[in-house]
């Protein structure tokens, strides 16, 4: 599948923009995650996340608009793969309190998935942290992230407006190359943005080569709730990839030109999805 470069509208940033944004992102994401164990296994992948996404936001379609109500049924045709698992996957919802199980009055064998306040509060700030990096990048006046943590008529708006986003990412999945990569794989997703942090930081400026930064393989598997044989087979296989150069001796790590290219370009897309759909929801309000 053709890699899909960043979206026009990041094309007039300049790096040093472009590089304080995503490391204030990935930051933001990493911090959300480190040390929560239970989190991380949860979502550890891609798909996980987005089917929780799914639920909240066809459960808040449904109270705006009367659209269908969320099932494993509904998420089930919204899966190109991995349907057989979601099952699990609601269960485990359920028995963490994330969601519950609501009979249809007129059909009891009808479930219906109602997201608790433990998912919809942590949804709303990882939301949040998305249009606060819309708003570092330009894309989103300043205020659209507090107000979506203080406004429930701005958050239900955003919300029902998602389905959107996750639309998108089901459509251009594969279409980033290394970021791909990474986020097929158990907790990938996480390693990526840490792996991106730390060279923004370690690069806030343009330079060739770009610089290495420190990695350390142990500390980061268990911030993230990953076995360290997990992480250290994950480095080495993005190394032979082609994705990052890593010198396990020194402990340091250099992402590549084409990994950065293709791992920004998802990011900048991803956001942008973001900023459409909150001034969506600004205009309906």
Same mark, same amino acid.
């Given at each position: 599948?053709?890699?899909? #470069?960043?979206?026009?509208?990041?094309?007039?940033?300049?790096? @040093?923009?472009?590089?304080?944004?995503?490391?204030?992102?990935?930051?933001?994401?990493?911090?959300?995650?480190?040390?929560?164990?239970?989190?991380?296994?949860?979502?550890?992948?891609?798909?996980?996340?987005?089917?929780?996404?799914?639920?909240?936001?066809?459960?808040?379609?449904?109270? @705006?608009?009367?659209?269908?109500?969320?099932?494993?049924? /509904? /998420?089930?045709?919204?899966?190109?793969?991995?349907?057989?698992?979601?099952?699990?996957?609601?269960?485990?919802?359920?028995?963490?309190?994330?969601?519950?199980?609501?009979?249809?009055?007129?059909?009891?064998?009808?479930?219906? =998935?109602?997201?608790?306040?433990?998912?919809?509060?942590?949804?709303?700030?990882?939301?949040?942290?998305?249009?606060?990096?819309?708003?570092? +990048?330009?894309? =989103?006046?300043?205020?659209?992230?507090?107000?979506?943590?203080?406004?429930?008529?701005?958050?239900?708006?955003?919300?029902?407006?998602?389905?959107?986003?996750?639309?998108?990412?089901?459509?251009?999945?594969?279409?980033?190359?290394?970021?791909?990569?990474?986020?097929?794989?158990?907790?990938?997703?996480?390693?990526?943005?840490?792996?991106?942090?730390?060279?923004?930081?370690?690069? #806030?400026?343009?330079?060739? #080569?770009?610089?290495?930064?420190?990695?350390?393989?142990?500390?980061?598997?268990?911030?993230?709730? +990953?076995?360290?044989?997990?992480?250290?087979?994950?480095?080495?296989?993005?190394?032979?990839?082609?994705?990052?150069?890593?010198?396990?001796?020194?402990?340091?790590?250099?992402?590549?030109?084409?990994?950065?290219? @293709?791992?920004?370009?998802?990011?900048?897309?991803?956001?942008?999805?973001?900023?459409?759909?909150?001034?969506?929801?600004?205009?309906?309000?």
């Amino acid at each position: 599948m053709d890699f899909l #470069p960043p979206p026009d509208l990041a094309l007039p940033i300049s790096y @040093e923009a472009r590089a304080q944004a995503v490391a204030l992102y990935c930051d933001a994401i990493v911090r959300m995650h480190w040390g929560e164990r239970l989190i991380n296994k949860i979502f550890g992948r891609a798909m996980q996340s987005h089917a929780a996404g799914r639920i909240v936001v066809q459960h808040y379609r449904w109270k @705006e608009e009367g659209a269908e109500r969320p099932t494993l049924a /509904l /998420l089930q045709r919204h899966a190109s793969r991995g349907t057989r698992t979601l099952a699990s996957f609601v269960a485990v919802l359920r028995l963490t309190g994330m969601v519950a199980a609501e009979a249809d009055p007129g059909d009891r064998r009808v479930r219906y =998935l109602v997201p608790q306040e433990r998912l919809i509060a942590g949804l709303r700030v990882w939301i949040a942290h998305h249009l606060r990096c819309c708003e570092a +990048l330009g894309w =989103l006046g300043a205020g659209h992230a507090d107000r979506l943590m203080e406004d429930a008529a701005f958050f239900s708006a955003f919300v029902s407006r998602a389905g959107t986003i996750l639309d998108q990412v089901a459509l251009h999945r594969g279409r980033f190359g290394g970021w791909s990569w990474f986020d097929e794989r158990d907790g990938g997703g996480r390693v990526a943005m840490l792996l991106l942090r730390d060279h923004f930081k370690a690069n #806030p400026v343009a330079g060739s #080569p770009p610089a290495a930064f420190p990695l350390r393989a142990r500390e980061l598997a268990e911030g993230l709730g +990953l076995s360290h044989s997990h992480v250290r087979g994950m480095l080495k296989e993005a190394t032979e990839a082609g994705h990052l150069a890593h010198d396990a001796g020194r402990a340091q790590v250099r992402l590549t030109p084409r990994f950065l290219d @293709e791992a920004t370009s998802w990011l900048l897309h991803f956001l942008s999805w973001f900023a459409d759909a909150a001034h969506a929801a600004r205009r309906a309000g």
